[in-house]
Nanobody
Framework: QAQLVESGGGSVQAGGSLRLSCAAS????????MGWFRQAPGKPREDVAR???????TYADSVEGRFTISRDNAKNTLYLLMNDLKPEDTAMYYC???????????????WGRGTQVTVSS
């Protein structure tokens, strides 16, 4: 069955960097739109970045210029490089997939279990 598994989270000081990975399996492949979302305690889940099947990327204003989403189709893996991390980036980060990109959270079909990112000041 389809599965997404995130890795690479951890604790880092403000200004540091982390790279998250999302390994896809099952029927999730290069023709799927992929995205990263995050959820901080007490707040709703929000978009972080997405990449479509042609490689076009979209970022939330809060991470534009600091985060980079990419995909390695040969490895069927999605990445999120996070630079200049800030305390407000602290959240559980989730990988998601859908045949066609969507702006709406509930449209995304497949989700990983998440990986925690904690940024200290």
């Amino acid at each position: 069955q389809a599965q997404l598994v995130e890795s690479g989270g951890g604790s880092v000081q403000a200004g540091g960097s982390l790279r998250l990975s999302c390994a896809a399996s099952g029927n999730i492949h290069s023709r799927y739109c992929m995205g990263w979302f995050r959820q901080a305690p007490g707040k709703p889940r929000e978009d972080v970045a997405r990449i479509d099947t042609s490689g076009t990327t979209t970022y939330a204003d809060s991470v534009e210029g600091r985060f980079t989403i990419s995909r390695d189709n040969a490895k069927n893996t999605l990445y999120l490089l996070m630079n200049d991390l800030k305390p407000e980036d602290t959240a559980m980060y989730y990988c998601a997939a859908r045949e066609v990109c969507s702006r709406y959270l509930l449209d995304w079909n497949y989700w990983g279990r998440g990986t925690q990112v904690t940024v200290s000041s």
